[in-house]
T-cell receptor, first 117, second 110 residues
């Protein structure tokens, strides 16, 4: 596709329910990142995938959060037993692995706005 | 100490003026530096990246990098009201980890 896509765009869930957020990166991009942005706050790194390497999970805030990436492409972020403090916009970004442009720049998807009631 | 620091602002400049946005970073091993623009309710979009010391110009935007002083800046010439947004500084460290500042809010006054 032309850009990073995410689904759903909005998700309202009840406290205690599990949610799955999906990210489709730009075709050919081997690196994929998940971030969380609360209202008026900066980007909080969650997890990073690079090719077939083990993901960098150092940003996951608790063991209720997990993510996987199937076939080196689509990624799913799962939040179990959601809490109200999980309400935020969840952003996915992808980048290429090579120095073709010299920058490893990230391209962001439109985000999923999660509201936990 | 945060990896990347930015003044939160808000920064207000009159239309046509130069807006100067600054960012400092803590990891001397950082390799690439990025400026993103984020409009309210939207996702960040890349403006520029820079990885060599000095200036890099792209239209009305100029990124400046000084690795010795560990700062990177963004200049916006001939500021327009459409430039009003939050500007995020990002740094790529060793291992492909990205660190984002909290952003500087810019308002261009017509």
């Amino acid at each position: 596709g032309a850009g990073v896509s995410q689904s759903p765009s909005n998700k309202v869930t009840e406290k205690g329910k599990d949610v799955e957020l999906r990210c489709d990166p730009i075709s050919g991009h081997t690196a994929l990142y998940w971030y969380r942005q609360s209202l008026g706050q900066g980007l909080e790194f969650l997890i990073y995938f690079q090719g077939n390497s083990a993901p960098d999970k150092s940003g996951l805030p608790s063991d209720r959060f997990s993510a996987e990436r199937t076939g080196g492409s689509v990624s799913t972020l799962t939040i179990q037993r959601t809490q109200q403090e999980d309400s935020a916009v969840y952003l996915c970004a992808s980048s290429s692995a090579g120095w073709t442009s010299g920058g490893y720049e990230q391209y962001f998807g439109p985000g999923t706005r999660l509201t936990v009631t | 100490q945060k990896e990347v620091e930015q003044n939160s602002g808000p920064l207000s400049v009159p239309e046509g003026a130069i807006a100067s946005l600054n960012c400092t970073y803590s990891d001397r091993g950082s390799q690439s530096f990025f400026w993103y623009r984020q409009y309210s309710g939207k996702s960040p979009e890349l403006i520029m990246f820079i990885y060599s010391n000095g200036d890099k110009e792209d239209g009305r935007f100029t990124a400046q990098l000084n690795k010795a002083s560990q700062y990177v800046s963004l200049l916006i010439r001939d500021s327009q009201p459409s430039d009003s947004a939050t500007y995020l500084c990002a740094v790529r460290g060793v291992g492909n980890q990205f660190y984002f500042g909290t952003g500087t809010s810019l308002t261009v006054i017509p």
